[in-house]
């Protein structure tokens, strides 16, 4: 006698899984507006280079209500003080010349911009340079000091100033001319599966996005909000360090930050967030 | 002193008389909880800022102790009740002896 009730109770239940699957596999509709000023762009039109995709999404998008309200004020960014450490070093002299990033740039808003169009070809280099690259090419040869570690704290921490001046800008970076073959390189890697897993990034944040990963909401891995304050190590972390742990995380050997296959894949993962606006310092989990 | 250690306080400017603020504080402090162990394996001493006050015209606000578990760069968050114009003074107390503290008035208008 109880069947059909039970029955209905099933299927009211499958409904309502449904619903809740439905909800874990979109980013939320919330709009970001930083210190109430800075209107960001987290949902835009695909690239047309970004075939597989419509709509490129911002990670923050992908983030819980809490981790959101981190980025939406720059008192409660963490990231922020990084940024004010970075600020100081800005000024400071250091090397053989005397010369501080503020000898030639002066105030750092003077590199509004810079953010959202690296990677870059460089004309005189020959090469395409990540805004790591320009800086250690600044200290080598403009301040006579010492290189910084790719992904050490001192650089992460410049990387984090100069994008915060450019926050709320589209990113745009440029795939043609010089810098299309090193673009081909980084789609080829984008899409190569590596490691015992054989996961290739597209399989996570191509295929996949909006679901979850053990207890996580996959994002579509969009760099926009890079260098990113992380809830689980409380600092910024660079592009080249994420690359690195996802890499990890499919259990193969790692390239290496700085080293041309991950210079071409941030070109190549850049542009398809052509279009996003430039958030970082940005929070994640 | 630790070092990297810089407060910072945001008040409102200004309130009207009996209006209930919010106020928001944050420290860079790396909290160290004394239960790590370094690359060799000897224990790293704490190094955690145990206390913090705020006082509005010398009248206590907030007293809070704080424990090792606390994150780094410690942050917090409360609501204050503005009588009259006057002046916040937060204190934080560090484990080595540093007093870091941090003025801020606010006007009722």
């Known amino acids: ?285 | 002193m630790a070092s990297g250690v810089k407060p910072r306080v945001k008040v409102p400017k200004t309130a009207a008389a009996g209006e209930t603020i919010t106020i928001k504080t944050l420290i860079s402090h790396k909290m160290e909880s004394g239960q790590r162990k370094d690359s060799d394996g000897n224990p790293i001493p704490r190094s955690i800022i145990n206390r913090f006050t705020t006082e509005f015209n010398g009248e206590n606000v907030v007293d809070v102790a704080l424990e090792p578990a606390i994150s780094t760069n410690p942050y917090f968050q409360f609501d204050a009740v503005v009588p009259e114009a006057g002046e916040f003074k937060f204190t934080w107390y560090d484990d080595d002896g540093s007093v870091y503290e941090e003025t801020k008035s606010i006007k009722i208008g």
């Open chain 1, 1 to 285: 006698m109880n069947r059909p009730q039970t029955l209905t109770r099933a299927i009211a239940f499958a409904a309502a899984a449904c619903v809740a699957a439905g909800a874990n596999a979109e980013p939320d509709t919330d709009q970001l507006v930083v210190n109430e000023e800075i209107e960001m762009i987290t949902e835009a039109a695909a690239p047309a280079h970004t075939e597989n995709l419509s709509t490129v999404y911002s990670g923050w998008r992908f983030r819980a209500d809490e981790t959101q309200a981190l980025q939406m004020d720059d008192f409660e960014n963490p990231a922020m003080i990084f940024v004010e450490a970075a600020a100081e070093v800005w000024s400071t002299a250091d090397g053989t010349k005397g010369n501080s990033c503020a000898s030639c740039h002066e105030d750092v808003e003077s590199l509004r911009g810079v953010r959202a169009v690296y990677p870059k070809w460089n004309e005189a280099a020959g090469e395409v340079r990540t805004l790591e690259m320009q800086i250690n090419d600044c200290r080598e040869n403009q301040m006579g000091a010492d290189k910084w570690k790719y992904t050490g704290g001192d650089m992460t921490n410049m990387t984090a100033l100069i994008s915060s001046v450019s926050r709320g800008m589209p990113v745009n970076v440029a795939i043609d001319g010089p810098a299309q073959s090193m673009w081909e390189q980084g789609k080829e890697l984008y899409y190569t599966r590596t490691g015992q897993l054989e996961l290739s990034c597209a399989n996570c944040h191509e295929d996949s996005y909006g679901m979850m990963i053990r207890a996580d909401h996959l994002s579509q891995g969009q760099i926009n909000g890079f260098p990113t304050y992380r809830l689980k190590n409380t600092k910024l972390n660079s592009v080249h360090a994420r690359f690195k742990g996802c890499v990890r995380d499919t259990r193969a050997e790692t390239f290496k930050p700085g080293s041309a296959d991950f210079v071409a894949l941030e070109l190549y993962v850049a542009s398809r967030g052509n279009g996003l606006s430039v958030e970082g310092p940005s929070v994640r989990n």
